[in-house]
């Protein structure tokens, strides 16, 4: 109903924004990450919007890109997860990221988000695989392979964060082995 509103920013009040669109202002909840790329209280905005209407409330959710919007209206399609808990992941993660997590099937990284546990972070993995992971494109950055991909397993298992692990990841030949490329990211990491 409501695609998108551009006006005045009136208030930053994390996770609520007061939107000033000619007179009416309009109270959006935002994820964090689109949050800390608003400007400037009085300077204008646009946000892309998601209407929800509940029994005893009617709630806007804004958004900076098409990927987030996105991004939240499958996972509020999944049984158990509504709003709050999507703008929640959202903040918690960037988009890439949790395409990234849902390709791989790293249910580990969803839990780390504040409100998901195990159970919700697997059934997450299951209602996503090949709606997010794949659209959204990001995947390919870090784990190109099967290979790859288990590379990087064993190095976030082994304690090292999503950063290092996929810095030694683009550092390895594309053709590597699983044993080799674990050697060789570990040497790429000891030094």
């Known amino acids: 109903m409501i695609g998108k509103l551009t006006g005045t920013l009136l208030e930053k009040n994390p996770p609520e924004v007061l939107l000033d669109c000619h007179g009416v202002g309009y109270e959006v909840h935002v994820p964090m990450s689109t949050f800390y790329n608003l400007p400037a209280v009085g300077e204008r905005v646009g946000l ?45 993660m960037g988009v890439g990221d949790l395409a990234q997590a849902i390709t ?32 959204m494109g990001t995947a390919h950055a870090h784990a190109t392979s099967e290979a790859q991909a288990d590379i990087l397993q064993a190095l976030l298992a ?3 964060n999503d950063k290092e692990a996929a810095a030694a990841l683009k550092a390895l030949p594309p053709d590597v082995g699983v044993s080799d490329g674990i050697k060789l990211a570990l040497k790429a990491l000891a030094k």
């Open 158 to 160: 082994l304690g090292y």
């Open 48 to 92: 892309l919007t998601q209407f929800i209407v509940r029994e005893d409330a009617q709630l806007l959710y804004g958004f900076a890109t098409v990927p987030e919007r996105q991004a939240f209206r499958e996972l509020i399609k999944i049984s158990g997860v509504g709003p709050r808990t999507a703008l929640s992941i959202l903040s918690g």
């Open 104 to 135: 791989l099937q790293e249910a580990g990284r969803l839990v780390k988000v504040p409100g998901i546990g195990k159970k919700t972070a697997e059934r997450l993995l299951l209602e996503l695989k090949g709606k997010l992971g794949a659209d």
